[in-house]
């Protein structure tokens, strides 16, 4: 009986390896980001583009409204993609577009806004990236859906025509 | 004059040779332990990334608004999660990472008391 038992747990312990590393073969290696949502916004103070003020989140996101802040840069290249997406957000009275000009040049920052059109109703100018940390933002694009002081809703990369639905289903 | 050259020079090299650079030695420790997240398997001291860049003056930011280290963990952990530490603490989602470990030390430790002391 013992003499046997010494072949079984090894067989045993080789299946647990064996089933371990097949389904393991089926997770993807690259880390997916956790989407933290319900997180207040964070308090901050920025310089605003176009308009040569510095503004504060208070002043900027009231309650009772919606807003989508989107992260954005003129070199950033899916930025320019989701950009009509964006300008077809704008038009909806019920959502107020807030960008964040991510490590950017003012000047080419403006010169892609004169080219693609300006869907934002104030743009806070993000030199260092620090207020996308912030934010909790990995990179650009990224946009996020805030009513209440609250993000109720973030999109890793750029948008798509699926997710302009689901927004404008959201803000119904 | 050589000799005066010479003393000039062994001076200068003892002078300038303490001078070197810890003054960052807190932001290092701290973000040694934050995990760079859009880069694979660097932490945001080894990493030169956009992400990581601006990491690392945000936490000087902190620094300098009086926060400490462990403050700085939570404040990056509310915005980010528990993947951004490398060391992450005990929770409900952390338990088994922690005391397995312990687990399998104990139960080797039994099969060799086992196996050996009884034995005898």
Redesign the interface.
Known sequence: MKKKLIPYSIIFIFLIIFVVFYESLKDTNIYTPEVKINNDIPIFSAELLLLNENSTSTEIFKSDQFYLLNIWASWCAPCRDEHPILMSLSKNNKLTIIGMNYKDNNKNAKSFLDELGNPYEKIIVDKNGTNSIEWGAFGVPETFIIYNNKIIKKYIGPLNQEFFLEIQNLIK | MKKFKTFIIIFLLLFFNNLYANENNERNEITKNLRC??C?GQSVYDSDS??A???K??VD?KLNEGLSEKEIYIYFK????D?ILYDPGLNKNTYLLWLLPILIFLLGGAIIAKSFILKK
């Open positions: 997240l859009i694979q956009d992400f860049n601006s990491m003056i945000l930011k509310e915005k980010y999660g993947w």
